[in-house]
């Protein structure tokens, strides 16, 4: 009988990245858009697929999808490259810039996949922790400096705080550093300023972008990146034959003609949200932090993990973020209904 083959060292001792979605009636825990996609882009993206010529490979350049992209951000489209959501992009910035021997800095608390995407190319990893407000400063920049990375990921609006951070924060990274400033806004469609202005002056900022936020479009997993035409070539160098399938690029190209209807839930997922912030604060004991994104991150009065768990027995199924930041909740802006049930639920379980 054979053996079973070694993995690379280390790889047992991590477990597989899950994000468990359970059926329950209230789901506020993936920051996903609450809203159907519109009609009329559901039908032209059945036509569109029903023409695809799936016996034969994509595009492998994405002619389409990356001159509708440039179309809508006036960023020109050798600037442009789409990937499986905002993910793969990362995976392909660090596969080019970061590895064995290069490091990355993070800013935690922080979207837990920076961290594990170094873990999976080999690059080594630089943390600093910012306090609440959790805005990257001057002292920032210096450490970062100090610090020789190569690669430095800012989330903006970062998850899981809100926070959203200064273009002059970011364009003192890319000048303090020379590494390449990775600007992680899937959540910019929800508030604070976009990096894509200082992408023509700073070679080395990215900017990557996300269809699963405010187009209501998780389940097909497109993203993309905002960049210079030279980095874009060194992810050519990397990337996987047809990485991006005709499905996911039709997809993507019918979501930019309906751009406008796919969007247009955007102010009302903003007014939840500050609902969220606004009733979450007058709780006696709880601290609650401002967001610009499309969820609010909280400190409940009592035991969070106890919390998250009386919720769950409810049917509302929000983040428990405790391991990340003490006691912490993290709850996405729903529907009305579905925040109203939200609070509901809350207020049973702290009564």
Not at 170 to 193: C, H, K, P, R, S
Not at 261 to 277: F, K, P
Not at 282 to 296: E, H, L, W, Y
């Amino acid at each position: 009988m054979s053996t079973s083959p070694s993995p690379r060292p280390g790889l047992r001792e991590v477990g597989p990245y899950d994000s468990p979605q359970l059926d329950v009636a209230v789901r506020l825990n993936a920051n996903e858009c609450p809203a159907p996609l519109p009609a009329a882009y559901s039908e032209d993206l059945a036509v569109a697929v029903r023409e695809l010529p799936l016996n034969r490979y994509p595009d492998g350049e994405m002619r389409a999808l990356r001159d509708a992209l440039a179309a809508r951000t006036g960023h020109p489209a050798d600037g442009v490259w789409p990937a499986n959501g905002s993910n793969e992009v990362l995976t392909q910035l660090l596969q080019a810039y970061g590895g064995p021997r290069r490091s990355a800095a993070v800013f935690e608390p922080t979207y837990v996949l920076h961290r594990r995407l170094c873990w999976l190319t080999q690059t080594e990893l630089a943390e600093r922790r910012l306090d609440p407000p959790f805005r990257i400063d001057d002292e920032d920049i210096a450490w970062a400096h100090g610090a020789g990375v190569d690669v430095v990921f800012v989330c903006s609006p970062n998850n899981p705080t809100g926070t959203a951070q200064t273009l002059d924060a970011i364009a003192g990274l890319a000048e303090a550093t020379g590494a390449l400033v990775i600007v992680d806004e899937a959540y910019a469609d929800f508030g604070g300023e976009r990096a894509l202005p200082l992408v023509s002056d700073h070679a080395n900022v990215a900017v990557v972008c996300t269809f699963s936020k405010a187009f209501a479009l998780a389940g097909a997993r497109i993203g993309y990146v905002l960049a210079s035409p030279t980095l874009v070539d060194d992810l050519r160098r990397v990337r996987l034959p047809y990485h991006l399938s005709a499905l996911t690029q039709a997809a993507g190209v019918a979501a930019l003609r309906h751009a406008d209807e796919a969007t247009a839930s955007i102010d009302t997922i903003r007014e939840q949200r500050d609902r969220l912030v606004e009733t979450l604060s007058r709780i006696d004991g709880a601290t609650v932090f401002p967001s610009q994104a499309n969820f609010v991150l909280f400190q409940p009065p009592g035991d969070a993990k106890a919390t998250w768990r009386a919720l769950l027995d409810r049917g509302v199924l929000i983040r428990d973020l405790s391991d990340v930041i003490p006691n912490a909740l993290r709850v996405t802006a729903g529907t009305a209904h579905e925040v109203d049930l939200f609070l509901k639920s809350l207020q049973e379980v702290l009564a």
